[in-house]
């Protein structure tokens, strides 16, 4: 018995323990769990924080930077206006220096020290004993005076002196008059009373004396050159402290006459007759900063009907827990943006900081595409289309560059497309989507100006795409956003890069690996052109576009102008349009009537649109086959287009002119019968043609004969 108890009590003893182990491992384990499960939250909240406080600490070193850049353009803006100010009134000093015309001239020769005492006689005195002055002598300068023989009389007759040796050749006319010469005797100068004056050579009275002040003056027959040039001369009073000549070793002698030592006389140099005049001295004007214009606009960049700047407003955007990678690539892109722009004094880093914002920015597109953050694109579509009109050299990097470049490729152009077939492709969700369409064209259509060639295969993925094209040319799309789109295809229809991939063609200078997919724009297009829904004068301008498109194509490539010819639905399409256009005007459309304008418009439109036709008729060797191209057209939206065609260019070949059209309109009109003719001519000729005119004539007679009528109606009152 005892035994048995025994044996229970050990077995119930061996239960119980292995219960209690079993209850205290699991105990353990739960205890494990919430702790490893509490270290988790802990290191969570901790990454979290650390992560808090990076970005608050980026935010503040940014709000640092900023506030430093601007406190740095202050001052720059401070000494800009400081230097301004001194720039006008250097200007103003400047204006106020009289011109070189009006000042005093600057004297041939410096005075002499003494002035010479006059002749006895008023005559200029012996040659010989003329004294020879230093030109460093400073003293009172004496007005020269002119004085000439009263009558010119034939030089008297030199004896002949003995042979001497060849001289250079000299002007012809010119003496060297301080050469030592043979002394004067007394007869030879002036007498008092009132005996004849003998007059001085008639070559030394040419090179000291100048034009009489009483009679005109006389130039002697021996001096053909240098006539106008000593006639021109005018000496004036020096200046009180006059300037030292402006080149010092060549010595400055009398003022009309200029002898070298050889006895030559030196032409007269424009340079010698004028007082130099001082060079204004100005600052060289330091090239533009554009890593500094990087920094102002995207730092201080707003966007039309916002209140806060853009910059502002993308640093504000949140992403959910779930997407924590995503935050960490926008914020590194925002981080890598600010560090680029950092020091905008140092413009000679502007392009590898052009690089690595743009990079950027590509990063940031993707990201907001990929959360769909609609209203964000839009700002940062504004923004992308300021920095590219304003910043040179943004537009070719702006692109992206894949890890394996290629002409046609761009990360850029891709996430576009993205963006374009799952945002503005699903019916319109409100104005954000609006601002999207319309921020998104806005930017393309900038990218399109002044587009680098090598860039212009960029945007083949983007035409290329039939998805992308369905949606821009929607017709559900709003009427600015059609124009607008339509307006981009325009400006890339002139690179002839583009002309392949606007018509679904595969380029001949390229391997493309598949099978072309057509992008249906042509045909798109040509719908537009004959929506009835869309017919209006608002829309004249729309469907002009359309036209302007075409044409720059056809002209881009002699195979684009084949494949535009002879397409039947094209031709169709533009014939009907002409004939929508040209319906109102002889159907006395009142909006056409009460307004000239209007309908000198509405002219000038069906003009350019006839001239568009007449030049995919005529512009190949042999001229289409227009009747066959009609009668290919689609009948559906084409039907009875021969019997529209043979109305409407049978109005504008042989129809009069509506009366209710002013002179300027009606010339206008009388311009596009040729043309209408010559196309009209392509499909009906012969006696059909004349039947036409026939019928026309027929209306006018009927119109004359209506005339008559009334005139006679109108006599008969009378009477």
Same mark, same amino acid.
């Given at each position: 018995?005892n =035994?048995?108890?025994?044996?229970?009590s050990s077995?119930?003893?061996a239960e119980?323990?292995?219960? &209690?182990?079993?209850?205290?491992?699991?105990?353990?384990?739960?205890?494990?769990?919430v702790?490893i499960?509490?270290k988790?939250?802990?290191?969570?909240s901790?990454t979290?924080?650390?992560?808090v406080?990076?970005?608050?600490?980026?935010k503040?070193? /940014?709000?640092?930077?900023?506030?430093q850049?601007?406190?740095?353009?202050?001052?720059?803006?401070e $000494?800009?206006k400081t230097? &301004?100010?001194?720039k006008?009134q250097?200007?103003?000093?400047s204006?106020?220096?009289?011109?070189?015309?009006?000042?005093p001239?600057?004297a041939?020769?410096?005075?002499?020290?003494?002035?010479?005492?006059?002749?006895s006689t008023?005559?200029?005195?012996?040659?010989?004993?003329?004294?020879?002055?230093?030109t460093d002598?400073?003293?009172?300068?004496?007005?020269?005076?002119?004085?000439?023989?009263? *009558?010119?009389?034939?030089?008297?007759?030199?004896?002949?002196?003995p042979?001497?040796?060849?001289?250079?050749?000299m002007?012809?006319?010119?003496q060297?008059?301080?050469?030592t010469?043979?002394?004067?005797g007394?007869t030879?100068?002036?007498?008092?009373?009132?005996e *004849?004056? $003998?007059?001085?050579?008639?070559?030394?009275?040419n090179?000291?004396?100048?034009?009489?002040r009483?009679?005109?003056?006389?130039p002697?027959?021996?001096?053909?050159?240098? $006539?106008d040039?000593t006639?021109m001369?005018?000496?004036?009073?020096?200046?009180?402290?006059p300037?030292p000549?402006?080149? @010092?070793?060549? @010595?400055?002698?009398?003022s009309?006459?200029?002898?070298?030592?050889?006895?030559?006389?030196?032409?007269a140099?424009g340079?010698?007759n004028e007082?130099?005049?001082?060079?204004?001295?100005?600052?060289p004007?330091?090239?533009?900063n554009?890593k /500094?214009? &990087?920094?102002?606009?995207?730092?201080?960049?707003?966007r039309?009907?916002s209140?806060? @700047?853009?910059?502002?407003?993308?640093?504000?955007?949140?992403? +959910?827990?779930d997407?924590?990678?995503? =935050?960490?690539l !926008?914020?590194?892109s925002?981080?890598?943006?600010?560090?680029a722009?950092?020091?905008?004094?140092?413009?000679?880093? !502007?392009?590898?900081?052009?690089?690595?914002?743009?990079? +950027?920015?590509?990063?940031?597109?993707?990201?907001l595409?990929r959360?769909?953050l609609?209203?964000?694109? /839009?700002?940062?579509?504004?923004?992308l289309?300021?920095?590219t009109?304003?910043?040179p050299?943004?537009?070719g990097?702006?692109?992206?560059q894949?890890?394996?470049p290629a002409?046609?490729?761009?990360?850029?152009?891709r996430?576009? =497309?993205k963006?374009t077939t799952?945002?503005?492709?699903?019916?319109s969700?409100?104005?954000s989507?609006d601002d999207?369409?319309r921020?998104?064209?806005?930017f393309?259509?900038?990218? =399109?100006?002044?587009?680098?060639?090598?860039?212009? &295969?960029k945007?083949?993925?983007?035409?290329?795409?039939?998805?992308?094209?369905?949606?821009?040319?929607?017709?559900?799309?709003?009427?600015?956003?059609?124009?607008q789109?339509?307006?981009?295809?325009a400006?890339l229809?002139?690179?002839?890069?583009?002309?392949?991939a606007?018509?679904?063609?595969q380029? @001949?200078?390229?391997?493309?690996a598949?099978v072309?997919?057509?992008n249906?724009v042509?045909?798109?297009?040509?719908s537009?052109?004959?929506?009835?829904?869309?017919?209006?004068?608002?829309f004249?301008?729309?469907?002009?576009?359309?036209?302007?498109?075409?044409?720059?194509l056809?002209?881009?490539?002699?195979?684009?102008?084949?494949?535009?010819?002879?397409?039947?639905?094209?031709?169709?399409?533009?014939?009907?349009?002409?004939?929508?256009?040209?319906?109102?005007?002889?159907?006395?459309?009142e909006?056409?009537?009460?307004s000239?304008?209007?309908s000198?418009?509405?002219?000038?439109y069906i003009?350019?649109?006839?001239?568009?036709?007449? !030049?995919?008729?005529?512009?190949?060797?042999?001229?289409?086959?227009?009747?066959?191209?009609l009668?290919?057209?689609?009948?559906?939206?084409?039907?009875?287009?021969l019997q529209?065609?043979?109305?409407a260019?049978?109005?504008?070949? !042989? /129809?009069?002119?509506?009366?209710?059209?002013d002179?300027?309109?009606?010339?206008?009109?009388?311009?596009?019968?040729?043309?209408?003719?010559?196309?009209?001519?392509l499909?009906?000729?012969?006696?059909?043609?004349?039947?036409?005119w026939?019928a026309?004539?027929?209306?006018?007679e009927?119109?004359?004969?209506l005339d008559?009528e009334?005139?006679?109606?109108?006599?008969v009152?009378?009477?």
């Open positions: 018995m =035994c048995s108890s025994f044996d229970n077995q119930s003893n119980m323990g292995t219960a &209690l182990r079993e209850a205290w491992d699991g105990k353990i384990a739960k205890e494990g769990e702790t499960l509490r988790t939250i802990e290191k969570n901790q979290h924080a650390v992560e406080a990076r970005l608050k600490a980026a503040q070193e /940014a709000d640092a930077k900023q506030l850049m601007q406190k740095t353009l202050k001052e720059d803006m $000494r800009l230097q &301004l100010a001194f006008q250097e200007l103003e000093v204006l106020r220096r009289p011109p070189p015309s009006v000042r001239k600057k041939l020769r410096e005075p002499p020290a003494t002035p010479v005492p006059p002749s008023g005559g200029w005195g012996i040659l010989s004993q003329r004294p020879n002055f230093s002598v400073q003293s009172t300068p004496s007005r020269p005076t002119y004085v000439s023989p009263k *009558k010119a009389l034939p030089s008297p007759k030199k004896p002949p002196s042979v001497k040796p060849k001289r250079p050749a002007l012809p006319g010119f060297n008059s301080f050469t010469s043979t002394q004067l007394p030879q100068l002036k007498k008092k009373g009132k *004849k004056e $003998r007059p001085l050579p008639i070559d030394d009275g090179v000291f004396g100048g034009p009489s009483n009679q005109p003056f006389i002697p027959p021996t001096i053909p050159l240098m $006539r040039k006639e001369l005018v000496i004036e009073s020096p200046p009180r402290h300037s000549p402006a080149f @010092p070793d060549v @010595p400055v002698f009398d009309q006459s200029m002898a070298d030592r050889d006895g030559d006389v030196p032409m140099q340079s010698v007082e130099d005049e001082p060079m204004e001295d100005f600052d004007i330091d090239p533009p554009w /500094a214009e &990087l920094c102002r606009i995207i730092l201080t960049h707003i039309t009907g209140d806060q @700047p853009t910059f502002q407003q993308l640093l504000a955007v949140s992403f +959910s827990e997407k924590s990678e995503e =935050c960490r !926008y914020t590194s925002w981080i890598a943006i600010m560090d722009i950092s020091q905008p004094n140092k413009a000679a880093s !502007y392009e590898q900081c052009l690089f690595i914002a743009a990079n +950027s920015f590509v990063s940031i597109i993707e990201v595409t959360n769909k609609v209203t964000q694109l /839009a700002i940062l579509f504004n923004l289309a300021t920095l009109f304003f910043l050299k943004f537009r990097l702006i692109f992206g894949d890890d394996s002409p046609d490729s761009s990360p850029l152009i996430i576009i =497309c963006l799952t945002e503005l492709g699903e019916p969700a409100g104005a989507q999207l369409g921020e998104l064209l806005g393309l259509e900038t990218m =399109c100006f002044e587009l680098p060639d090598e860039d212009t &295969l945007f083949s993925e983007l035409v290329r795409s039939r998805d992308v094209m369905m949606t821009l040319l929607n017709p559900t799309q709003p009427a600015p956003f059609l124009e789109a339509v307006r981009i295809l400006k229809s002139i690179r002839k890069q583009l002309c392949w606007l018509l679904s063609m380029d @001949p200078d390229q391997e493309m598949g072309t997919v057509k249906g042509t045909e798109r297009l040509c537009h052109l004959v929506e009835a829904a869309r017919d209006g004068p608002e004249y301008k729309f469907r002009e576009t359309i036209l302007v498109y075409f044409a720059q056809s002209l881009s490539h002699s195979d684009a102008y084949s494949t535009l010819s002879g397409s039947a639905m094209l031709l169709a399409s533009v014939l009907w349009h002409i004939a929508n256009l040209a319906t109102p005007l002889w159907e006395d459309d909006r056409l009537v009460d000239p304008p209007n000198l418009e509405l002219i000038q003009g350019r649109a006839v001239y568009f036709m007449h !030049y995919l008729m005529f512009s190949a060797e042999n001229a289409l086959n227009l009747r066959h191209k009668q290919q057209a689609p009948p559906r939206p084409f039907n009875n287009i529209v065609f043979i109305v260019f049978g109005r504008l070949s !042989y /129809a009069e002119a509506p009366d209710w059209l002179d300027d309109a009606r010339n206008k009109l009388e311009q596009l019968v040729d043309m209408a003719r010559d196309i009209l001519e499909v009906v000729d012969g006696p059909e043609g004349d039947e036409i026939q026309y004539q027929d209306d006018l009927d119109e004359k004969l008559e009334e005139m006679e109606a109108q006599m009152d009378a009477d």
